[in-house]
């Protein structure tokens, strides 16, 4: 049996192990990453011609590809739909931008800490994902035209706006400092756009990609967090100079994405429908954010500092006493609590100990102090254990 | 700008070019593999769950992994509903069987002709396809048993029912000989069956991944030719050593599936409405491969053999006098004819000239007999060319 060199980087994973875990009704679970199931709007498929079964077209279903292009714009993103690539879900648009760029040692940047399933698709097709630390409003910019100067990477890879894991927003002051980095260096952005619409306490900021000169880009955004993810309906838009390649490369993966996925959320996007329900989700999810905080303040406050997210799904936790969350899975898990430790969402895991993310948007109120607390015990009787030690 | 070296091997596809050029309405297109508008069911989506919209698990719907694990049991594949991953479409087993087995340099073993698709993906990564010459009841055994014996391919990748291009069907002799192969090398079977179901004369061999007893295997298949290809579900079924690795590929490229397309197909599949509709289905083709038949027997029965195929969706015609026949393709299309030249179904395109795929189950009947007959002016008209020069 001879499989592929890269098959020795698949690791088994911890995450997928939690969120299996997590699914046993009586856990109480901030591991996920789940759209409450109460937000899920009634579908209406009335008026789907017959034709959304045939075969489609690599790049998407036209009129979506006109919708998302004029979003962008919206955005600040100067675009055409001939830049739209529909994908069968936005983590679609990491597999093609590695197949695009990675070989085994390509350099690649990433925020620390970063969406994980990214580290894990970039580091599976070899890359070396060097890190940026990531502050309250950005990234570290030195640190970033450090890594410029001293490598030289195929893309940069961000999530600007309430990042999975941290929550971080960047401010206006550093997507244009991060822009204009790029720009001086010329390497590729690949922006990563999930939680734009989950915004809770106002404020805007556009894209970084909207603010490129010269560098080469890939957005990417879904409609998983704001209508339904079972669609799996994604999109990319990529500067001109990527286009063509990322859909060769789609239609290599799977021909095309999904059209009746694609035609529902053709009825939303735009409408007034789609804007009342936003709002709705938005109040909805404010309210368990704001339940959360609560929770945390009243059980965690000695144990943990944070940033109230103002938009996303998740709180980042650090520890004041840095301890390797991955040791506390299991003591979580015996008292029914799921959460997801902090350590895989960096390249090197093992320097970045002591962090936590804990969805907000899925556990039902009536279980969150209970869980919270739990999720306290077990953090204090770890820490005392150590200090024992 | 640094892409990936993968990169290199992206070709601009003649094909996709000739697709394209098809979807003009004047267009008497053989070009293509769709099936026919007036045979695509009209659905019915009530009593779809709102929960359908929320994300899913990676491996697919329990209940469809169950129906397509009885199905191929019923084929004589052994295997529980545990070792069936969901797919966004057969093409998706492709890119992960890729990327599980193929590394710049790693040998595999396919059919000559093949599918052309399976050869851009194998070779994108960097594959060196070894072919096996295919005759009209399977593949050379002489020649297969040559290449397993001079070399160590790391997979062997056959379609052996109604093949696309060649509609070869092969024996039960002859897959008996290549499983006895395969499990004296100990190479894995990848096997492609998206024709099964389309058969027109009845008769019906098992697949090959049922007789093996050591070698591993993935046996793939889809609903795209038999109920709907945009619902983008297709599936495999692998033996357990390689499941686990392909469903961490598969979540990494996608996560799952989209489910609306999974619900529905789960509607479906074992039911007395799904019998009814291939029935009707194999009907339809029946009747058009039937014309497409006469036609060819009257137009161009002295410029080309084949075999009349007993299912699938392809007559492989083979000119009496070679000729590359993408040098037909632009003064077909002056005559608005549209096929699919033969070449690029070969590893090694230019030592095949000679070859056509004509597709039968999309063009109208009313303009069949105009665009066989444009066809055959335009060969004999490159064939007079020649034998001038």
New interface residues.
């Given amino acids: 049996?001879?499989?592929?060199?890269?098959?020795t980087r698949?690791k088994s994973?911890l995450i997928?192990e939690i969120l299996a875990a997590a699914q046993r009704p009586e856990v109480m679970s901030f591991a996920?990453g789940?759209?409450a199931?109460a937000m899920?709007?009634?579908?209406d498929?009335a008026g789907?011609p017959?034709?959304?079964?045939?075969?489609?077209t690599s790049e998407g279903e036209p009129a979506l590809r006109e919708l998302l292009a004029a979003e962008a714009r919206a955005l600040g993103i100067a675009c055409q739909a001939s830049q739209v690539l529909v994908?069968?879900?936005s983590?679609?648009a990491?597999?093609l931008a590695t197949?695009?760029?990675?070989?085994k040692g390509?350099e690649v940047i990433v925020e620390g800490p970063t969406y994980l399933?990214a580290l894990?698709?970039f580091q599976?097709f070899g890359a070396e994902c060097l890190s940026v630390p990531l502050g309250a409003d950005g990234p570290h910019i030195d640190a970033l035209r450090a890594r410029l100067e001293q490598h030289?990477p195929?893309f940069v890879y961000l999530i600007p706006t309430f990042q999975n894991p941290s929550g971080v927003r960047y401010s206006e002051a550093a997507r244009a400092r991060v822009a204009a980095l790029l720009d001086e260096f010329g390497v590729?952005l690949i922006e990563d756009e999930p939680y734009r619409e989950l915004t809770y306490d106002g404020g805007m900021a556009a894209p970084i990609a909207g603010r490129l000169r010269k560098a080469?880009w890939v957005y990417t955004g879904t409609v998983?967090k704001t209508?339904?993810?079972?669609?799996?309906?994604g999109y990319l838009i990529a500067s001109p100079?990527l286009f063509a390649?990322l859909l060769?490369?789609k239609?290599?993966?799977?021909?095309?994405?999904?059209?009746?996925?694609q035609w529902?959320a053709m009825q939303w996007l735009g409408t007034e429908k789609y804007r009342q329900h936003l709002g709705e989700l938005r109040g909805f999810y404010r309210e368990r954010r704001d339940a959360m905080q609560q929770a945390l303040e009243q059980h965690l406050g000695d144990l943990a500092d944070w940033h109230v997210p103002q938009g996303g799904l998740f709180f980042w936790l650090t520890l004041k006493q840095p301890i390797d969350t991955r040791t506390l899975v299991a003591a979580a898990m015996a008292q029914d609590v799921a959460f997801m430790p902090g350590e895989p969402f960096f390249a090197d895991p093992d320097a970045n100990p002591g962090c936590l993310r804990l969805n907000f948007s899925h556990v039902a109120p009536h279980r969150l102090q209970e869980g919270v607390l739990r999720l306290a015990h077990v953090i204090r009787q770890a820490q005392a254990a150590q200090a024992a030690a």
């Fill in positions: 049996m001879a499989f592929s060199e890269r098959v698949l994973s997928r996920g789940l759209p199931e899920l709007p009634a579908l498929w789907m017959t034709s959304m079964g045939q075969y489609g994908l069968s879900g983590q679609q990491l597999d197949k695009l760029y990675i070989d390509t399933a894990q698709t599976l030289a195929a590729t080469s998983s209508l339904l993810p079972g669609l799996r309906v100079d390649h060769r490369l239609q290599a993966a799977d021909l095309h994405t999904n059209r009746v996925g529902q």
